[in-house]
């Protein structure tokens, strides 16, 4: 089961914002818990020093490990492509023909042969090591005060 707590540890996108402002990255929370057949996520970071909570529905496409994201900006395709469910996930996030390539970890470091198939799936995705971003892995949120989460799940 994908449900739990993960840790982001890198993402490999061309997206011009982490091109520029990836030097700038929050150590990022991802907590999953599943909701019938879809998966309830909150993912918890700080902006400006301040801890954040955006809870999301991943709904359920009938396909497994394959969810959907109806977000404000346009539908994201998200694919669990690889995990061992214990200490790590590599995720495809497809928004608008462009395909993000994320890390996730249960605990840190991550072994060099998790960083190493990462980096196989990130070449696939015809990315390149340039266009890969590790984010801190310090200062991560746990929870935030009423005034600072997003709820974007539908009631």
């Known amino acids: 089961m994908f449900a739990g707590t993960w840790l982001l540890v890198a993402v490999g996108s061309a997206c011009r914002f982490l091109q520029e402002q990836g030097h700038r990255a929050e150590a990022t929370t991802l907590h999953t818990a599943p909701q019938g057949t879809a998966m309830v996520v909150s993912t918890f970071r700080k902006l400006d020093g301040i801890c954040w909570q955006v809870r999301q529905l991943f709904e359920d496409t009938g396909v497994p490990g394959r969810f959907l994201l109806r977000g404000t900006r346009g539908p994201v395709h998200v694919v669990v492509a690889e995990t061992d469910y214990q200490s790590f996930a590599i995720l495809y996030l497809e928004k ?9 970890a249960r605990s840190l470091p991550v072994s060099d042969s ?10 696939a995705a015809n990315l390149t090591e340039h266009q890969i971003f590790f984010f801190p892995k310090y200062g991560f949120c746990e929870t935030a005060d009423q005034f600072h989460i997003l709820n974007e799940v539908r009631r």
């Open 114 to 123: 998790v960083l190493s198939v990462f980096e196989q799936r990130v070449r």
């Open 96 to 104: 608008a023909r462009k395909l993000t390539v994320k890390l996730y």
